[in-house]
T-cell receptor, first 111, second 116 residues
Framework: GQQLNQSPQSMFIQEGEDVSMNCTSSSIFNTWLWYKQDPGEGPVLLIALYKAGELTSNGRLTAQFGITRKDSFLNISASIPSDVGIYFCAGLTSGTYKYIFGTGTRLKVLA | EAQVTQNPRYLITVTGKKLTVTCSQNMNHEYMSWYRQDPGLGLRQIYYSMNVEVTDKGDVPEGYKVSRKEKRNFPLILESPSPNQTSLYFC???????????????FGAGTRLSVL
């Protein structure tokens, strides 16, 4: 089945550093979503993007919908210990409700 | 409290023994979906449902069945489980809204299944 390429697979960073991760696809999506999963829990939506070129922020998080509609980026500024978790991107094609998820980026923050 | 409830949270079974994982949501959502999560593969959609009696295959439907007889419930059925179905399973639900609106999926806490 179709999957999104998400990178990096994992990151170890110092508290206070900025973080960047991205997702790329061979297919065009009309919606890009970014989720965070804490240990032992289900994913929680962080940011949703609906238009090519859109840049949206949610606190310290900023995500962008790529111009080609085949990629998306998530940035976290000034990381804190509670940012630890797995971050997933997901794409949705117009006219369907079939979500395609990325393979995840595991983030660890060193205090 | 708005939530998606899955049961059981943990299940160990043997090959070939039919099982059902239940999923219930209290938000009157039309859309419900099942995913499996495996290391290095992220979340893969198994089946989804746009409304009562309307279901469709996701990316990895083989070996699974679902039903949507009521709006709030969307059980996942494994008629004859096999070891390759050992995984972490998530149920999710959302409203079905128009293009451009927020399709926020709410996820359950997960069911960890081991098939021996």
């Amino acid at each position: 089945g179709q999957q999104l390429n998400q990178s990096p697979q994992s990151m170890f960073i110092q508290e206070g550093e900025d973080v960047s991760m991205n997702c790329t696809s061979s297919s065009i999506f009309n919606t890009w979503l970014w989720y965070k999963q804490d240990p032992g829990e289900g994913p929680v939506l962080l940011i949703a993007l609906y238009k090519a070129g859109e840049l949206t922020s949610n606190g310290r998080l900023t995500a962008q919908f790529g111009i080609t509609r085949k990629d998306s980026f998530l940035n976290i500024s000034a990381s804190i210990p509670s940012d630890v978790g797995i971050y997933f991107c997901a794409g949705l094609t117009s006219g369907t409700y079939k979500y395609i998820f990325g393979t995840g980026t595991r983030l660890k923050v060193l205090a | 409290e708005a939530q998606v409830t899955q049961n059981p949270r943990y299940l160990i079974t043997v090959t070939g023994k039919k099982l059902t994982v239940t999923c219930s949501q209290n938000m009157n959502h039309e859309y419900m979906s099942w995913y499996r999560q495996d290391p290095g593969l992220g979340l893969r959609q198994i089946y989804y449902s746009m409304n009562v009696e309307v279901t469709d295959k996701g990316d990895v439907p083989e070996g699974y069945k679902v039903s949507r007889k009521e709006k709030r419930n969307f059980p996942l059925i494994l008629e004859s489980p096999s070891p390759n179905q050992t995984s972490l399973y998530f149920c999710a639900s959302s409203l079905v809204t128009g293009v451009g609106a927020k399709n926020i999926q709410y996820f359950g806490a997960g069911t960890r299944l081991s098939v021996l």
